[in-house]
């Protein structure tokens, strides 16, 4: 049986939502995917968590926990709702493979203890436009050698978007950075075992260069 992969979603006005690309992401990639409900209590949670192989935590508005600054106005907080559903869901999965994208990955930080700059444009000199809402064209990334994101993708270089206005700070327990933009902010992370990987670009929108990162990841999650 393909693996079968968590996927999280947006909350708004009562209302869960995802963006179909990151369905596509994980069947093209391989495997089966299930749309994570949002619940309330930990043991349905856990309960859930038992038809998962894998999970990945999509993008979304603002990380709170391990927030440097204020807000900027156009950046909403994410729904309580949705904090304390993904904060179940990635408690549940703590033994299998995690992806974070944009949000997700500054949620994987944010759970292990570390930082978030609330604007990184406005809080950290020489920062170049990392939102397209804002402007930003996109840029380059570029990753360790021989770290999992690089071997998974097979490249260690990667033209990418740019979507957030928020950016990792100081990394969290066990966890490296790995990947990065020309002004040096984060944009690749992975825990020590590698269990646990993060991405702030959308490498679901970008399937003909990404498909690889998915492929692998799933195929991962297949490994247990």
């Known amino acids: 049986m393909k693996p079968r992969i968590g996927v999280t979603t947006g909350y708004k006005n009562g209302v869960q939502q995802v963006d179909h690309h990151y369905i596509r992401a ?3 990639g391989g495997g089966i995917p299930l749309i994570v409900p949002m619940v309330e209590d930990a043991s349905t949670a856990q309960e859930f968590a038992t038809l998962l192989d894998g999970l990945i935590m999509i993008g979304g508005p603002a990380i709170t926990k391990g927030l440097i600054g204020a807000l900027p106005p156009d950046l909403g907080e994410t729904d309580p709702i949705r904090i304390h559903a993904d904060e179940l869901i990635f408690a549940a999965l703590s033994d299998r493979p995690v992806l974070g994208i944009c949000y997700g990955m500054q949620f994987i930080n944010a759970q292990a203890g570390g930082t978030i700059y609330a604007d990184v444009l406005a809080q950290r000199p020489n920062t170049l436009l990392h939102s397209a809402d804002r402007g930003s064209p996109g840029h380059t990334v570029t990753f360790a050698e021989g770290s999992r994101l690089a071997v998974l993708l097979g490249r260690r270089e990667l033209a990418v978007n740019s979507h957030h206005i928020q950016a ?15 002004d040096g902010i984060i944009e690749g992370l992975e825990s020590e075992d590698g269990r646990l990987l993060g991405v702030q670009f959308h490498p679901e929108r970008m399937l003909a260069e990404t498909l690889p990162l998915f492929e692998g990841f799933i195929q991962n999650c297949r490994k247990g």
């Open 168 to 182: 990792v700070r100081d990394l969290g327990t066990g966890l490296h950075a790995v990947g990065f933009s020309p």
């Open 26 to 28: 994980v069947e093209v």
